[in-house]
T-cell receptor, first 112, second 112 residues
Framework: AAGVIQSPRHLIKEKRETATLKCYPI?????VYWYQQGPGQDPQFLIS???????DKGSIPDRFSAQQFSDYHSELNMSSLELGDSALYFC???????????FGQGTRLTVV | GEDVEQSLFLSVREGDSSVINCTYT??????LYWYKQEPGAGLQLLTY?????DMKQDQRLTVLLNKKDKHLSLRIADTQTGDSAIYFC????????????FGSGTRLSIRP
């Protein structure tokens, strides 16, 4: 069965650079979520979208933005990267109103 | 996660049952989840339980929910080496798979 696809899987950026992470949800899923997992930490909710509109917002820094496109894929844009942004970034998708959120394999971002 | 608490480590002998416990604080959570994360991998949804249920069984997995005490447990029968992973308890903050709050995760290790 198709899963949530994230790209790239690994990304190395320098401080103050920008990064764009992409997420392709499971077909027919209309809701996407972004999470950040720091080393040894639990995943922290960043932001979610339903039908291309932001549906909820968590601890997402102002330097980050995200959007969902008409084909339901989503992109997380990160600017002025800091060393502390180094983490695993997960995308998850679900059907609106459904109980199950399925996660992608994550993008490991390393800021040097 | 500050709203969901778990013990950090559990060690069991291969073939024994593992019981991972979790407490949560939001009594309005509709769904409670168990996710599994293997080293360097994504978050795999193992199972979830609706808040008006008190038990759910799925093959080797049994979830028990005590809503009065806000206590959730995951029992893995006949624990195998492939069960070694971090297990995250999580709660949804809405009526569906909306913002999910994760616990800090329990690292399960298997002794031969």
């Amino acid at each position: 069965a198709a899963g949530v696809i994230q790209s790239p899987r690994h990304l190395i950026k320098e401080k103050r650079e920008t990064a764009t992470l992409k997420c392709y949800p499971i077909p027919r899923h209309d809701t996407v979520y972004w999470y950040q997992q720091g080393p040894g930490q639990d995943p922290q909710f960043l932001i979610s979208f339903y039908e291309k509109m932001q549906s909820d917002k968590g601890s997402i820094p102002d330097r980050f933005s995200a959007q969902q496109f008409s084909d339901y894929h989503s992109e997380l844009n990160m600017s002025s990267l800091e060393l502390g942004d180094s983490a695993l970034y997960f995308c998850a998708s679900s059907l609106e109103g459904g109980p199950e959120a399925f996660f992608g394999q994550g993008t490991r971002l390393t800021v040097v | 996660g500050e709203d969901v608490e778990q013990s950090l480590f559990l060690s069991v002998r291969e073939g024994d049952s593992s019981v991972i416990n979790c407490t949560y604080t939001d009594s309005s959570s509709t769904y409670l989840y168990w996710y599994k994360q293997e080293p360097g991998a994504g978050l795999q949804l193992l199972t979830y339980i609706f808040s008006n249920m008190d038990m759910k069984q799925d093959q080797r997995l049994t979830v028990l929910l005590n809503k009065k005490d806000k206590h959730l447990s995951l029992r893995i029968a006949d624990t195998q080496t492939g069960d070694s992973a971090i297990y995250f308890c999580a709660e949804s903050m809405g009526s569906s798979a909306s913002k999910i709050i994760f616990g800090s995760g329990t690292r399960l290790s298997i002794r031969p």
